[in-house]
Every structure is written in structure tokens, then in C-alpha cells.
């Protein structure tokens, strides 16, 4: 069997990990805030918050920024739900704004279709690990004095132009995910990384119960709930994971990017195409079938376990109970019915991908 995506772990994430669980410390421990300067280190950014997940990293966000009720906030419709429910969290109306055909990434042009005077914030999206095109986007963003928050769940380790994803140069925050299926893994995790101290502030605060420590209190016990905030910590077990992993992150990049190399040379199947300004850490290969249906199914009795990435957001019911609807976006709904995403993780011998490719064409 193999599946669209896999971790990968070794010796040494078991002996980091083991490590911590001999420590005296399992949470707000020391390994929390190493993980964090380590990601910055590797990103450029100037600061770093480790949060339980990528939703929870989205969650902060909004809430440092203060988005909230009558606020629009424009993102893709091909995303995990996280990217646009995070809106929803504060109360705010989400937008939507069709793709790119031949990246999937968000239209810079569908965006200018939806700004207001409601809006805020753009979400937009690193599909499959390929950044869009950020400094024009952040050039719109400043144009409408917009914040813009890069959901990059798909694509640490990826480059846009001359810099890594995460560095914020084009934006006011970005947004990681460590699932297991992602590049590198802390178990469950996410972080948010910003190069503003006022942000960063406020992100610590609201992942921590909207509590506030200072050197001038008078005791060591106290404290201030300044917000209502929540528990988004993550755990000295997934950091230690996560910087045992983030030394393994250009390795897996490499071979990433060699398995996509191969799948282009040796599928005559349309897919997804990367943009000269991008250097993507992949995360998914999707290709583009007109039976993708038929294929699927079949794929799965000869032991390809497929994904599809992803069913448009605006079609989910919650979102149709909003006034979405299917037609809304055309582009992003002919794509969906087309994808789906191959294998692709690292420990994917070239052996491995001589059959997945012989399995495919079996499918097609």
C-alpha cells in the first residue's frame, strides 16, 4: 500500500524524544522556545510561536490582528477548511477568490474582484507547497492597507524568490503546519512566525489563556488575564520531535523535489506547474484525470491510497448555508474535479516509484 503521504522518523527523533520523557519537563519546558528560535533561524524571521496546530497558529492570527464581526477576510477556495474557519472563529465573513488554473495557488486578479471597504485580511494559500506570488500580493495588500497572513501549512522549507517561506517579507505573519502527512513533524503542531514585535506579543498572550507574565511584578505567582484567550501551547515532546526533524528538512526537500522531477519526466499527465520565482518543498503531486472518479477507486484495489485536495470550501454546507454555492468559482471547481495527489515522501525508493508509476498507468 501506499499512501499520498507519509512521516518519516528515525533514531534520532525516537532518542529526542525519549530524552524529553527523561527531562523534567513534558510542557513549558525549554524546548518549546529552542524549537522556536530554530525556526527562525531556518525561515529569517525574527520571531516564532509554537502552537498546537496550524488551526490554532490561523485562530491567533485573527485574533492579533484584530479581526472580527463585519471584517471580510479574502482566501482560497482550494485549502483545508482551517484556512477560511479561522475567519469564521472571530466572527467575520469569509471571501473567496478563484484560482490560478496551472498552479492552484489564488488569483492575484480574483483578489482585486473582492476587496471592499470590509475588508481586512488575505489568506492566501501555498498550494502543494508552491508559494504564490507574494510581493504582489503584499503590493496589493498595502495598496488597500490589507494585513496579509500566508498559509504556508503546505510549504516550510519552500523558497519564494530569494527567500524562505515564513520569512515574512511580503506579509505580517505566516502560518506552518506539523501534521504527519507534512514535511517535517511534530506529531499534532503548527507555528506563526512575524518579524512584528506588537504581533508576536499578542500571539504569546492569546496562546496562552490571554495571560501576562512581567519582570516588574512584585511576586513570581502572578499575573494578568489581559484577554480571553486559550490553551494553544505546544508540548517539549512534539518541539523536541520538531527540531530533531528541522535537521532533516533540506534532505527531505531534495527528495521531494527529485520524486516531482521523475513523475513529470515520466507521466504524460497534466499537473500542476511551478512558477520560475518558486523553489517548492512539495508537498503534494497532484495530476489532473477527466475519470478521476474511476481511477481512484480502481487505484485503491491495487494499493494506491489517494487523496483528493481538495473539495472546495464554498461547497460545504456550512458554507452554502452562508450563500455559497457550486458555479461560485469556476476555476477552483473544474480543478477539484480533476485532482488528485500521487505518493510523495521521502522514503519513496526509486523502485517504489517504477511501480507507482506502472500502477498508474494500469489505472488510467
Not at 287 to 300: E, G, P, S, T, V
Not at 311 to 338: C, F, M, N, S
Request: proline share 3%; net charge negative; with cysteine.
Amino acid at each position: 500500500m501506499y499512501n499520498y503521504g507519509k512521516q518519516f522518523l528515525d533514531e534520532d527523533d525516537y532518542h529526542a524524544v525519549l530524552e524529553v520523557l527523561q527531562s523534567d519537563f513534558l510542557t513549558c519546558g525549554p524546548k518549546v522556545s529552542e524549537f522556536e528560535k530554530k525556526i527562525c533561524a531556518y525561515t529569517g524571521a525574527k520571531y516564532c510561536v509554537a502552537v498546537s496546530n496550524a488551526t490554532a497558529g490561523l485562530h491567533l492570527a485573527m485574533l492579533a490582528l484584530g479581526i472580527g464581526v463585519d471584517d471580510e477576510v479574502i482566501t482560497s477556495p482550494i485549502t483545508f477548511l482551517s484556512s477560511a474557519n479561522c475567519v469564521r472563529f472571530v466572527g467575520a465573513n469569509v471571501i473567496f477568490a478563484d484560482i490560478e488554473e496551472n498552479t492552484a495557488n489564488i488569483d492575484i486578479n480574483e483578489i482585486k474582484k473582492h476587496i471592499t471597504s470590509h475588508t481586512k485580511a488575505l489568506i492566501p494559500v501555498h498550494f502543494a507547497g508552491q508559494s504564490c506570488d507574494m510581493e504582489k500580493i503584499y503590493a496589493l495588500a498595502q495598496k488597500h492597507n490589507l494585513f496579509v497572513i500566508e498559509d504556508a501549512a503546505h510549504a516550510i522549507g519552500s523558497k519564494y524568490k530569494d527567500s524562505y517561506v515564513g520569512s515574512c517579507q511580503y506579509s505580517d505573519m505566516t502560518v506552518f503546519s506539523f501534521h504527519p502527512v507534512k514535511t517535517i513533524t511534530t506529531g499534532e503542531g503548527g507555528a506563526v512566525t512575524t518579524n512584528n514585535e506588537e504581533l508576536y506579543q499578542k500571539l504569546l498572550m492569546y496562546r496562552s489563556h490571554g495571560m501576562y507574565k512581567s519582570e516588574q511584578m512584585k511576586n513570581n505567582w502572578e499575573y494578568e488575564m489581559l484577554a480571553l484567550g486559550y490553551n494553544y501551547r505546544m508540548t517539549d515532546i512534539q518541539a523536541a520531535l520538531g527540531i530533531s526533524q528541522l535537521k532533516k528538512l533540506e534532505s527531505f526537500k531534495k527528495r521531494r523535489r527529485e520524486i516531482v522531477a521523475y513523475y513529470n519526466k515520466t507521466l504524460n499527465l497534466p499537473h500542476l506547474l511551478e512558477k520560475e520565482y518558486s523553489e517548492a518543498c512539495f508537498h503534494l503531486y497532484p495530476i489532473l484525470l477527466q475519470n478521476r472518479d474511476n481511477f481512484y477507486y480502481k487505484a485503491k484495489e491495487k494499493g494506491l491510497n489517494l487523496q483528493v485536495h481538495y473539495i472546495p470550501v464554498h461547497t460545504q454546507p456550512y458554507y452554502q448555508r452562508l450563500g455559497y454555492k457550486w458555479g461560485d468559482y469556476p476555476k477552483a471547481e473544474a480543478y477539484y474535479q480533476k485532482c488528485i495527489s500521487l505518493p510523495l515522501y521521502p522514503t519513496l525508493t526509486d523502485n517504489d516509484l517504477a511501480t507507482i508509476i506502472d500502477l498508474v498507468k494500469e489505472c488510467l
